[in-house]
């Protein structure tokens, strides 16, 4: 690693200047408070040259932070707020009105106190992306292998590459098989296979066993390498949002001197001109936009969103494009089983249950998803013996005698049931694990990265609060991108996306308008830190991801995306309406103290000012308008108690269709007795469920939703679930002696079938999405 990639260095410089500066704001505080209130003490115990001195003292002591503060924003070509408080506070001097002094010097110091609160909670360093960069390469030289520092690895070498252990330059596989994890670099969990020849880039982890790669670059050239470059060049991109309320001293610092000339060329008394001075000081401006921010930053955090600093929730009050990452953001970022398909003869639960067992110890994601499926379902699982995996194409094991693989399929042809189930597992992009019994095909078992439930409901409150374009960048390929992009009416997606892709899209965004990006994981860190807002999703993304984001979502959520956007959007209007509205109260107090206020009163009318704007800009700590319903726990009870319902009911889906593809391949005994065996699942186990919805669920929603209308068409659908339902019994009622289905049946009740199997799903999604994401 080079001195400039080390963790600790990544703005250190930054986070010691912030620290520094928060130590200021605090000891002003109290500085400033102390003499306040030693000066009234004084005064009240007659002595008010000792009151006038401390009031002085106060005064003496924002002067010089003042100073520093005007000349720093002179420094980047501002003249800030400060100005005017500096002019006042050294008129105050001037003209022996201390206790005015006093009182500015309390309400800058008071401003500022706030607006470190609303500072940043974190560095913006890079130390868990970092961290991942190997120090050291395993080099093979004939039959050694030895450990070599990494910067000394050349185009050519043949370097050792063992399990868990990050690639450590970019090549290309030598010998065995490479089963690799790329979510760093691509952000998609499936692992990769990569074959002797094929080329293998840098930060990728080795998933499988040990493998050969041939250097094709040095370190410094490697792929890797150029993803931390890139991050720490798009972190140092990001420049420090000018100040709320430095926008509105651009007219009123003119403004406000121009006033105090007129008043003393007018009266011809210096008092006047410090009076008006004095009530000039945007106190409006110093406290309004923290305590909005401050408010803001709070409601946020109790609703699951950390901001890091101020900037970052004004920033994001004025996105108008949202540039989403697809796996772990708009998905769930894990494989999850849809279906398990049997073979003639065989059932679905039967293929699960196997698949399961032979993958009961594996530690693949995909193995995972199946026995997390099996053992949901309640399938009970067999111990499997002799099991053995092989990186890249499955796991085989002796289950209950039989010799038994889950995982690629790589003999010959596929019979044509199984042609089916790969044509449909191409046009839904999920991914198929074979289940094979002493060499046969005998079932199948699809897997996806489902879309969080959560989703589409995020796009739509997304779209009312005003971010009019919506964006997906992900490195999977077109297939399933188009679907989610299509599903959830996004305006665009990019694929095959690299991180250096995906920032260039987000500066390419950035150009139009202010952009925010979302993404969880490592590959997403460059984009994130390019955007105007980066916002991490914390609960399972990186850590990486979370350390170049201005906000993180600490909670498994998207939908905290969108209570994020509203937070920040009104937190914003309220900051800006507190303090446009301090400032019009302001400008009437400069006309009075213009005709003669004293500087002291005019202080104290200042303070008026500043407590109508506080309590004002306390208003975002409360919630806004309800975008989502807000549900009673009993209700919320219910949303559980049913979602986990679906979950169990899955297989009941995948029973309909089977049954429906057995009719149309196969209409003899075996399809018989799954249709037989379909409406007895329906009767004992899903029209109950729907039943319970229709007369429990949907009632308790009536009140939240606003009446009973709004869960009308799913009762529609409820009744045409019970109508197809009685139609399939209905048809087996009419079956002849022999229990055989005629001929003259099999067109309507395969429609029957697949029908109910159509309408199932969706509405199985739609309650998902609609109303099971109300529940917290």
Known sequence: MTRQEEPHDIGRSDTDAFRAG???????????AVALAAGGAAWLAGAPRVADAC??????????????????????G?????????????????????????????????????????????????????????????LRSGTRVREVPLEEVVAGDLLVVGPGETVPVDGEVVGADATLDESVLSGESEHLVRRHGERVRSGAVNAGGAFDVRASATARESTYAEL???????????APVVRLADRFAAWFLPLSVAAAGLAWLISGSAVRAVAVLVVATPCPLLLAAPVAVVSGISRAARRGVVFRDGGALERLGRVRTLLLDKTGTLTTGRPRV?????????????????????????????????????????????APREAEEVPGRGATALVEGRRTAVGRHEGPDLPGWARTVRGRAVLEGATVSWLT??????????????????APRTVRRLRAAGIPRLLMLTGDRAEPAREVAAVLGLDGFRTEQTPADKAAVVRAERDRAVTAMVGDGVNDAPALAVADVGVAMGARGSTASSEVADAVLTTDRVDRLADAVTIAERSRRIAVQSAAGGMILSLAAMVAAGLGLPPAAGALLQEGIDVAVILNALRALRPGPARTPEVPPATADLLHRFAAEHDALRDILEAVRDAADRLSDAPGPD????????SRLLSERLLPHEDAEEHQLYPALADPLGGPEATATMSRAHAEIARLSRRVAAHLALTGPDGALRPDQLDDLRACLYGLHTVLRLHFLQEEENYFTLAP
């Not at 009031?55 to 980047?76: E, F, N, Q, S, Y």
């Not at 679905?348 to 199946?370: G, K, M, N, T």
């Not at 399809?671 to 379909?678: F, G, I, S």
Request: charge should be positive; hydrophobic fraction near 55%; glycine fraction near 8%.
């Open 22 to 32: 928060a130590r200021l704001n605090r000891v002003l505080l109290v500085v400033t």
């Open 338 to 382: 849809t279906e398990a398909v049997a073979a003639p003869g065989w059932r679905s639960a039967e293929v699960l249950r196997l698949a399961a067992s032979v993958d009961r110890y594996s530690p693949h994601a995909l193995a995972r998803a199946i026995v997390a499926q099996a053992q949901a379902r309640g399938l009970e699982l067999s």
């Open 78 to 138: 501002r003249a800030g707020v400060d100005l005017i408080a500096v002019l006042a506070l050294g008129g105050t001097l001037a003209v022996g009105e201390y206790l005015a002094g006093a009182l500015i010097a309390l309400m800058l110091a008071t401003g500022r106190a706030l607006e470190s609160a609303a500072g940043r909670r974190a560095t913006r360093d890079l130390r868990a992306l970092l961290a991942h960069v190997p120090r050291v390469a395993r």
């Open 437 to 454: 019994v002493e060499g046969a095909v005998v079932g199948a078992v699809l897997l996806r990265d489902p879309l969080r439930p959560d």
């Open 55 to 76: 009031w002085a003292a106060g005064t003496v002591a924002a002067v010089a932070p003042g100073i520093g503060w005007v000349l720093a924003a002179l420094r980047r």
């Open 671 to 678: 399809a018989t007795e799954a249709v037989r065996q379909v």
């Open 228 to 238: 931390v470059r890139l991050a720490r060049r798009a972190s140092a991109e990001s």
